[in-house]
């Protein structure tokens, strides 16, 4: 079966940095998205990888590993708006996104 | 650029009854989306659209029906509303079929099935 594989809730410090990690198993693969969606909001788009290696993208920075099923979203010099759920999602074979639960990212000054 | 809009925004429903959900863009975007979101759980693909005309089923169709008469529009239809339908349900769309075009989310929509 296919699954996405992402920790419920993380809990960082302001202005520190936080890595969220996602595991994927899916039919084909054909690339990894990060969303943020924060409460009671729309996902909006962060990243998507579709080659090994590490995206930056100012704060945030993306990661993946395609022979290890692994991605992981870093974010860097934590701010309060940063608080947020982190949904990872992998594309399949038939190019549908196969999302995880998501990932509650509790910032504390 | 209003981007992708959802009616309504909320809406309580009985045992039942049926109910449209209307999802709008104005993108010019070719492929649109009906997801649902429940806690604890990924978001859920309904059905989905290739284009004006076409639609299909994705992983959890049973119970709702869709129409994309018109390419910036794609409905989705409650036949006979069960309280497992209560979610919040999100309307997206993309440019086309390249693996690398994100989706666009609407606001969402509160169902509540009593």
């Known amino acids: 079966g296919q699954n996405i594989d992402q920790p419920t809730e993380m809990t960082a410090t302001e202005g520190a940095i936080v890595q969220i990690n996602c595991t994927y198993q899916?039919?084909?693969?054909?690339?990894l998205f990060w969303y943020q969606q924060h409460a009671g909001e729309a996902p909006t788009f962060l990243s998507y990888?579709?080659l090994d290696g590490l995206e930056e993208k100012g704060r945030f920075s993306s990661f993946l590993s395609r022979s290890k099923g692994y991605s992981y979203l870093l974010l860097k010099e934590l701010q309060m708006k940063d608080s947020a759920s982190y949904l990872c999602a992998a594309l399949d074979s038939n190019y549908q996104l196969i999302w995880g639960a998501g990932t509650k990212l509790i910032i504390k000054p | 650029n209003a981007g992708v809009t959802q009616t309504p925004k909320f809406r309580v429903l009985k045992t039942g009854q049926s109910m449209t959900l209307l999802c709008a863009q104005d993108?010019?975007?070719?492929?649109m989306y009906w997801y649902r979101q429940d806690p604890g759980m990924g978001l859920r693909l309904i059905h989905y659209?290739?284009?004006?005309?076409?639609?299909a089923k994705g992983e959890v169709p049973d119970g709702y029906n869709v129409s994309r008469l018109k390419k910036q529009n794609f409905l989705l239809g409650l036949e006979s509303a069960a309280p497992s339908q209560t979610s919040v349900y999100f309307c997206?769309?993309?440019?086309?079929?390249?693996?690398?075009?994100?989706?666009?989310f609407g606001p969402g929509t509160r169902l509540t099935v009593l």
């Open positions: 990888n579709v």
């Open positions: 659209s290739v284009g004006e005309g076409t639609t």
């Open positions: 997206a769309s993309a440019e086309g079929e390249f693996s690398y075009n994100e989706q666009f």
């Open positions: 993108m010019n975007h070719e492929y």
């Open positions: 899916t039919s084909g693969f054909n690339g």
